[in-house]
Structures are given as C-alpha cells and as structure tokens.
C-alpha cells in the first residue's frame, strides 16, 4: 500500500494531467481539498478519481462516444 504521502503526490501528478493545471496549481488544490485525499487514501481509492472529484469532473456524465448531432 503507498503512503499517504505517494497517494498526495498521485493527486497532485492527476491533477496536472487531467485539468492541465500548472504544478503550483494543483498543490493549491491538494491541499484545499487535504480531506478528500486523506478519505482516498484510506478507502484505497484511485488517485484520479480522488482528482476528478477535486476539479469537479464526473466520469460517469462523460460520453465515450461523441454525441452525433
């Protein structure tokens, strides 16, 4: 099992990634939201599902297919 302090930095690196924020940026994030870490980490949750709940994205309103108009 990582550490919690691994897990913070998964966060961090998903945070980056998936809102294309800078790095000083999502350590903002991280830690306004320490919390929502901190209960990821210890329910052994994804790192990118803990920072997709962080930027507000849900995966399950996200088509896989784009909608055909």
């Known amino acids: 099992m990582v550490t919690l302090s691994e897990f913070h930095a998964e966060v961090i690196e998903a945070l980056c990634e998936l809102g294309g924020c800078s790095e ?3 350590h903002a994030l991280a ?3 320490y919390s929502d870490i901190e209960y990821g980490h210890k329910y052994r949750l994804s790192s990118t599902i803990i920072a997709g709940s ?3 994205i849900n995966d399950c309103c996200i ?3 784009p909608i055909k108009r």
Request: no cysteine; net charge negative; proline share 8%.
């Open 63 to 65: 088509p896989k297919q």
């Open 24 to 26: 000083a940026d999502a």
């Open 54 to 56: 962080i930027l507000g």
């Open 31 to 33: 830690e306004e939201k």
